[in-house]
């Protein structure tokens, strides 16, 4: 009786790449990393799986129902869907063992259960940082993280970005003053869209959940107000709302800008944008969004902003922060689909040593091992095929360079090194290759 075969599938909304794709993924993760720690932000993982009443605590509608929930014996138990909820968990749990403000960085797998389409992952690579306050945390960090966007965008070669801010309080602040705090939410959900869906369409969504027409007028007015970020800023002065909340946000903003420039970023690389609401509830102030120019309809790149309150549901601690985070598997799909990014390694090894016939294999391995002994990628071709055959497979991972081991190499302690790029052949002791490869 045969046995019966399964089909080798993926399920719908999990990445898997190829070796060569995997290679520039991993590169590109790498590089993010040390970028945030180029700013002095400290490595946390957090578990993939945590309790649900734990990791559940403030979730609610859209993302509870997104959650991946299941039960081990007695235990209810959900995977993460974001690195935040478990940040919070951890500083509440390390508070004694913390040092404030507290800066970290954390890169790793979410999970959410939403429908999977082009470029949406149901699980999927988040790249954050923030820095936590205990009880306040000054301005000064909203203005640091756009020089951590920055640093990291043209680590990655990009050049022409654009890092979008705004603050919450101003949008807050105009809603109290037309009398929408109840629909504020709503309002702030309806206007981050605009970019995606138009004036036109942000106007009908606002009708249908019954904001007067005057009162979406002055919306539409205050999000298109126009300029250079200092325009942008003195218009919001001269808009002629006098309510509190929205004169706090104004000098936030005006303080994040001006701070923004001690850094010496490129004027072009940021901009106060109006339209820019972040959709979650709760960012409470700074509010971050980050487009790469020509390639907006692949979205935002890079997010966040200040929070009030981290833990609130775990510990009576005021936790307040602000943070940044890279969907770096939407990121990289995007990027691959608008040709943006182009795999060029199809291996990690700079060398390959190839031993002529099984004789040489010991002398072969004597090589590979001195070469990575010297932080050299190496590897060691130990299928017994013709020379041809392993030339090709050389050739097929665009290895640079191939060490070939013949009877005459093992006899004189020698080396024949090939550039495969160039074709150039030398046979050389083993030092003097050692340091030729690690020149280039």
């Known amino acids: 009786m045969e046995s019966r ?13 190829l ?4 290679i520039e993924f991993n590169e590109i993760k790498e590089k993010i990393q040390k970028s945030y720690e180029k700013f002095g932000f400290l490595p946390l993982d957090t578990p993939v799986i945590e309790s649900s009443e734990v990791l559940l605590a403030k979730a ?53 259960g939403e429908k999977a389409q082009a470029g949406r992952f149901r699980e999927f690579y988040q790249c954050d940082i923030d820095i936590i306050g205990d009880g ?13 966007i920055y640093e990291t965008f043209k680590t990655l070669g990009f050049e022409d970005f654009t890092i979008c801010i705004n603050n919450r309080k101003i949008l807050n602040g105009l809603f109290k003053s037309l009398g929408l705090s109840k629909n504020s939410t709503d309002i702030l959900r309806i206007i981050d869209k605009i970019e995606k869906i138009g004036r036109d369409s942000v106007k009908k969504e606002l009708q249908e959940i019954n904001v007067e027409e005057q009162k979406i007028d002055k919306i539409l007015e205050f999000i298109e107000i126009s300029g250079t970020s200092d325009e942008k800023i003195e218009a919001l002065k001269a808009f002629g709302i006098t309510d509190e909340t ?14 923004i420039r001690t850094h010496r970023m490129p004027e072009k690389n940021f901009t106060v944008d109006l339209s820019i609401a972040r959709g979650l509830d709760y960012y409470t102030g700074t509010v971050y969004e980050t487009f790469i120019e020509n390639h907006k309809n692949i979205g935002s ?58 004789e040489e294999m010991e002398y072969s391995s004597e090589v590979a091992k001195k070469l990575r002994d010297q932080g050299i990628n190496t590897e060691q071709f130990l299928e017994d095929k013709k020379l041809k055959a392993k030339f090709k497979y050389a050739d097929k991972l665009n290895i640079p360079y191939i060490i070939v ?8 302690r020698t080396v024949t090194l090939k550039n495969m790029q160039t074709g150039e052949q030398e046979t050389t002791d083993l030092s003097k290759l050692i340091s030729k490869i690690k020149e280039v």
């Open 136 to 148: 306040s945390l000054s301005i000064m960090h909203d203005a640091e993280l756009p020089n951590v």
């Open 19 to 22: 070796p060569n794709e995997q």
């Open 5 to 17: 075969r399964v089909e080798p599938r993926t399920l719908p909304g999990f990445m898997e790449l």
């Open 246 to 259: 929205f004169m706090k946000g104004v000098e936030e903003l005006e303080q994040v800008i001006c701070s």
């Open 405 to 412: 081991i013949g009877q005459e190499e093992a006899k004189n």
């Open 60 to 112: 609610g509608g859209e993302t509870e129902r997104q959650i991946y929930r299941f039960s081990k014996g007695d235990s209810d138990l959900s995977l993460r869907f974001d690195l935040t909820v478990p940040l919070a968990k951890f500083v509440s749990a390390n508070y004694g063992e913390l040092s404030f403000p507290f800066r970290r960085y954390q890169i790793g797998k979410v999970y959410r």
């Open 301 to 358: 790149v890079c997010s966040g902003g200040r929070y009030e309150n981290l833990a609130e549901y775990y510990t009576d601690k005021k936790l307040p922060g602000v943070g940044i985070s890279i969907g770096l598997s939407r990121f990289f799909y995007q990027a691959k689909r608008e040709n943006i990014l182009k795999a060029k390694k199809n291996a990690v090894a700079k060398v390959l040593v190839v031993p002529m016939t099984n």
